[in-house]
């Protein structure tokens, strides 16, 4: 079986590169000369739509190319939801409490994870959220979008705990998941007004700017690489009590990489399939993907030969 992955299309948005048919084409013309003529699954990786800069149903719209074609060659899609996207996952859980509240089921229920289905363009998609384990050969995969590893969501998550603390009450796992989704469902909201995304694109760049200054522009380009986020990943296997993971896929920096310590697993960066370079001197490398079969991984960059790193796993 051979598995496609991709990440951060951002659809909706001018840079998303599978926005146009011509490369979607391309993309599939491609995953039949490398992937030895046949594709049996599809993981979406995250930030597949873009619901924080442009209105939902202009991202939904830019994504039918590649819809409608994996829905034509009868791809088993799996959908991996990202913190641009994250919208949809409010949308179940608030599905999930209209159902218990019919039944008048009306106590506080944390789900750590989701799976659940949805039609786009008359493509069934399987959703999860926040991960999904797979076994490829004799190996176990974890995939996952990625924005819960550290970041910039510590400082606010060690607030949250000490505020807790300070009123005697609990701090439980689902804190995190809360406080990311008020502010991903504020920049959500605040898409269908123009005038806030600019304002809040301008914040964006200013605060990345500072950053850049505080930590120095090469730190900055190191922890955003895979070898620079490695720490970062055992910390969430190990408090997701995820068990023993060999390899660890994940996206979101658009830093396409990948990073192996003795002992630990194999991290792997899909990168992106966005046409934008980012500013300054961050380098990143447009138009990834992963073809992954039982003899091993390759990470290929639209329209060249030669795989970008190749990993015989097997």
């Given at each position: ?5 991709i990440s951060d ?5 001018d840079s998303s ?57 009868n791809l088993k ?238």
């Amino acid at each position: 079986m051979a598995s496609l992955i991709i990440s951060d299309t951002h659809f909706g948005l001018d840079s998303s590169t599978l926005r146009k048919p011509a490369k979607v084409d391309q993309l599939m013309q491609e995953i039949s000369e490398f992937g030895g003529g046949c594709c049996d699954e599809v993981v979406l990786l995250g930030d597949i739509f873009d619901f924080w800069r442009v209105r939902p149903e202009n991202a939904v719209r830019a994504s039918i190319p590649l819809l409608k074609r994996l829905s034509r060659d009868n791809l088993k899609i799996r959908y991996v939801v990202g913190n641009h996207d994250h919208h949809l996952v409010v949308q179940k859980q608030e599905s999930e409490f209209m159902e218990r509240a019919a039944r008048g089921d009306l106590y506080p229920i944390y789900i750590p994870s989701l799976c659940w289905r949805l039609t786009f363009c008359g493509l069934d998609i399987e959703m999860l959220y926040p991960t999904y384990r797979a076994r490829c050969g004799n190996r176990t995969f974890l995939f996952t979008h990625g924005h819960h590893l550290d970041g910039v969501q510590t400082f606010t998550l060690q607030l949250v705990e000490k505020l807790r603390r300070l009123s005697g009450e609990e701090f439980l796992p689902a804190d995190l998941e809360m406080m990311m989704t008020y502010a991903y469902e504020s920049i959500y909201r605040s898409a269908c007004i123009g005038e806030m995304v600019f304002f809040e694109d301008s914040i964006w760049k200013a605060s990345s700017l500072l950053q850049r200054f505080a930590v120095g522009i090469f730190s900055h380009q190191r922890m955003a690489s895979v070898e620079g986020q490695y720490g970062a990943i055992l910390k969430f296997i190990r408090d997701h009590n995820i068990g023993k993971i060999d390899c660890f896929i994940y996206g979101d920096t658009h830093r396409v990489g990948i990073f192996q310590r003795e002992g630990g697993p194999l991290a792997v960066n899909t990168g992106c399939f966005t046409c934008e370079q980012g500013n300054g001197p961050r380098l990143e490398t447009a138009n990834t993907y992963i073809l992954m079969d039982e003899g091993g991984m390759a990470i290929r960059q639209l329209g060249r030969k030669k795989p970008l790193y190749l990993c015989e796993l097997f």
